[in-house]
T-cell receptor
Framework: GENVEQHPSTLSVQEGDSAVIKCTYS??????FPWYKQELGKGPQLIID?????GEKKDQRIAVTLNKTAKHFSLHITETQPEDSAVYFC?????????????FGKGTRLHILP | DTGVSQDPRHKITKRGQNVTFRCDPI?????LYWYRQTLGQGPEFLTY????????KSRLLSDRFSAERPKGSFSTLEIQRTEQGDSAMYLC?????????????FGEGSRLTVL
């Protein structure tokens, strides 16, 4: 089955700087890669996703890149703000397949330093 | 509030007792998922439903775990003869489903503490 590895487990960046979180996946059939943000005491919430027919997607300060050959995908947050402090999860699934459950990485705790 | 709701939010029980969690998904969402999350880890897939049909059950789930979605609306997750290793946050999520994985809408979770 699919396995998603995520690095780093903890990341501290100065407010205003950029943050990058990297993930790898094992199943070459995976074609849907969402990113979720989880704040304390809440369930994860989707912030951006990318499908395998594109290599990059951007939404304001957030961008995701995908390298299908290397089975890598990354989350980039620019101009970080205090409200970006949270735990971020990457995930992968085989969309359109009966077995299209979403498998999550272990998470990255992002601290934005004032 | 029309989001995913879970009940109870927190359950403390003694080892060996049975517990049941309920999830009410967003109305008209066909897919319903159960995940388990322990401290410092990502959500681990447990099982999911397409309407009332249970499509897959993770090997993580022992025979002590059972989930139902009898009318394709709310779902229950029952754990029998609880063990301390069952202590975790149990997350429910729903999605429109029907061929596209799409966004999962998570509830705030039910935290289980087994003493």
């Amino acid at each position: 089955g699919e396995n998603v590895e995520q690095h780093p487990s903890t990341l501290s960046v100065q407010e205003g700087d950029s943050a990058v979180i990297k993930c790898t996946y094992s199943d070459s059939a995976s074609n849907y890669f969402p990113w979720y943000k989880q704040e304390l005491g809440k369930g994860p919430q989707l912030i951006i996703d990318i499908r395998s027919n594109v290599g990059e997607k951007k939404d304001q300060r957030i961008a995701v890149t995908l390298n299908k050959t290397a089975k890598h995908f990354s989350l980039h947050i620019t101009e970080t703000q205090p409200e970006d402090s949270a735990v971020y999860f990457c995930a992968a699934s085989i969309e359109g397949n009966r077995d299209d459950k979403i498998i999550f990485g272990k998470g990255t705790r992002l601290h934005i330093l004032p | 509030d029309t989001g995913v709701s879970q009940d109870p939010r927190h359950k403390i029980t003694k080892r060996g007792q049975n517990v049941t969690f309920r999830c009410d998904p967003i109305s008209e969402h066909n897919r319903l998922y159960w995940y388990r999350q322990t401290l410092g880890q990502g959500p681990e897939f447990l099982t999911y439903f397409q309407n009332e049909a249970q499509l897959e059950k993770s090997r993580l789930l022992s025979d002590r775990f059972s989930a139902e979605r009898p009318k394709g609306s709310f779902s229950t997750l029952e754990i029998q003869r609880t063990e301390q290793g069952d202590s975790a946050m149990y997350l429910c999520a729903s999605s429109p489903g029907q061929g596209a994985t799409g966004e999962l809408f998570f509830g705030e979770g039910s935290r289980l503490t087994v003493l």
